[in-house]
């Protein structure tokens, strides 16, 4: 699993319990997915999940570990993968000019990663765009070298900035694993989505929705673009030290704004009226836990449970500017995690 921004590791035993509390019936829809940690328990628990996110990275980790079953792809991918580790292995070819796009981007101009294991990364890649694979096993052998690059980037977890010494994990040669599949439900097939969550919401119908927003002005796009190049393969125009994506400009969601948060979660439940929601926010976040359970009692009674949670990674290793210094304290490393539960009037 890739170092993510407001993964829901910690809370995934309550987020579980209170999934089952809420006793749904027909499909789980995991509105803004990330990781799909959230989606991948479900899936595990019986559901038939639908993961959805907006990020071209994040779809793909739902089409590998939501969409793909274990059943289906497990041989293949293992197979096609220990090819792409050799096609790692093989690399950098001595004498080679070293890499192209990628490596020059994210290993020269800014330095993500060490440039043997960009030639490694660009090779793999190309490989994978060679193959033309379905696109679940496609899905699954990115998902493992988009995690096998996270292995060995030089990073405190986003990429707005890269570290000014190297980390240490950034020497190890790159190394790719199989990504652990779940088997198809009983209930039937997951699926995942790349949809804006409005849109995602006005195409869902029945069961459960677990909403879990971003909190803040921080653009998902922005600290994971190497992750959405990656993917997409594009060689975008670049900006900047941190070489983001001139695109990361334009994508922007209405969650990552202080003033269009609210609005945006009140068109997103008008769509759910009527769903069981459950809803994951922090006292961290632009709104707060009396203004989001106003929001929500709109659509039925809420629950609010309460979670001391350790702040992301970052907050502990401290404030870095674009050049990677640390330039500030921060001020706590615990905050709160909401969970509501609302229940429609039956
Ligand atoms: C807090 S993270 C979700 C983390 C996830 N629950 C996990 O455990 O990994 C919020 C996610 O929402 C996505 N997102 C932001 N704005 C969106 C929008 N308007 N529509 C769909 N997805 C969006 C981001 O790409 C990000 O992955």
Request: glycine share 8%; net charge negative; charged share 25%.
């Amino acid at each position: 699993m890739i170092k993510y921004l407001g993964s829901k590791r910690v809370l995934l035993p309550a987020i579980r319990e209170a999934v089952r509390d809420l006793q749904p019936s027909g499909t789980v829809l995991d509105l803004f997915s990330g990781t799909s940690r959230v989606g991948q328990v479900l899936k595990q628990d019986g559901y038939q999940v639908i993961a959805n996110d907006h990020n071209s990275y994040a779809a793909t980790i739902a089409r590998c570990y939501i969409q793909a079953d274990r059943e289906s792809w497990l041989n293949h991918a293992q197979q096609e993968i220990g090819r792409l580790q050799d096609i790692a292995d093989a690399n950098p070819v001595e004498g080679d000019n070293l890499g192209g796009w990628f490596t020059q981007s994210y290993c020269r101009e800014s330095r993500y990663f060490q440039e043997a294991n960009g030639v490694r990364i660009e090779a793999v890649r190309e490989a994978i765009q060679a193959g033309a694979y379905d696109p679940e096993l496609e899905a699954i052998l990115l998902v493992s070298l988009m995690e096998a690059a996270d292995r060995v980037d030089s990073t405190a977890g986003v990429q707005m900035a890269y570290l000014k010494q190297w980390a240490p994990r950034a020497h190890h040669a790159l190394e790719l694993r199989m990504p652990e599949l779940w088997p198809r439900p009983t209930s039937g097939p997951c699926q995942a989505w790349r949809k804006e969550a409005l849109e995602a919401a006005q195409s869902f119908s029945g069961g459960l929705v677990y909403l879990d927003p971003p909190y803040n002005q921080h653009s998902y796009l922005g600290n994971y673009h190497i992750w959405e190049t990656l993917v997409r393969w594009d060689a975008p125009e670049t900006y900047g030290i941190a070489c983001k994506r001139t695109d990361v400009r334009e994508r922007k969601s209405a969650f990552n704004s202080k003033p269009g948060c609210a609005v945006a979660m009140e068109e997103v439940l008008r769509e759910l009226h009527g769903c069981p929601l459950l809803v994951s926010f922090s006292d961290e976040g632009y709104l707060a836990r009396e203004q989001m359970e106003s929001l929500l009692r709109v659509h039925g009674t809420v629950e609010t449970r309460a979670f001391g949670h350790p702040r992301y990674v970052g907050a502990k290793i401290g404030i870095h500017n674009p050049q990677g210094e640390r330039v500030g304290k921060v001020s706590h490393v615990r905050n709160q995690e909401y969970l509501f539960l609302v229940r429609p009037p039956s």
